[in-house]
């Protein structure tokens, strides 16, 4: 049995990726911990979960643009969600937006307009495009070192 690198749960020997949490078994991350995560598998297991693993996905992608882009003041993923529960996703939408300009950072895009597509892309719920477009970005970071 292989051992998650990501959430420490075991998985059999022949899975590429782990079942719990969706990263990739068998490959190491960067030297922060950050591991590439399969697009079509979180698109997956959000609709099987019902927006569930989204929530997830959220935390988690909060906590590694934050580490790739050096932001250690920011907010935590865990924070960022409990502010999207309590303000019923309006918290999201802002969120939405700054991890666009985060993205442009990250991209070496000076005065980028990802911001204002996340946020129109979610008021027109479509999150989860937003979310394959950020870690997309991270899963690039990664791969490149």
Do not use: H
Request: net charge positive; proline share 1%; hydrophobic share 40%.
């Amino acid at each position: 049995m292989k051992q998650c690198s990501n959430c420490g749960k075991w998985c059999e020997d022949r899975a590429q990726y782990c079942n719990s949490c969706g990263s990739p078994l068998g490959q190491s991350g960067n030297s922060a911990g950050i591991f590439v995560r399969s697009i079509p598998l979180a698109i997956v297991l959000t609709i099987i979960t019902c927006g569930i693993y989204e929530l997830y996905w959220i935390v988690k992608v909060n906590d590694e643009v934050n580490q790739l882009a050096g932001d250690r003041q920011a907010t935590t993923g865990g924070m960022v969600l409990l502010f999207i529960i309590i303000t019923c996703g309006i918290y999201g939408l802002y969120w939405y937006y700054k991890m666009g300009e985060k993205v442009d950072f990250l991209n070496n895009i000076r005065g980028g307009n990802a911001g204002i597509l996340y946020l129109i892309l979610s008021l027109f719920g479509l999150g989860i495009v937003n979310m394959c477009l950020i870690q997309d970005t991270i899963n690039k970071k990664v791969r490149l070192g």
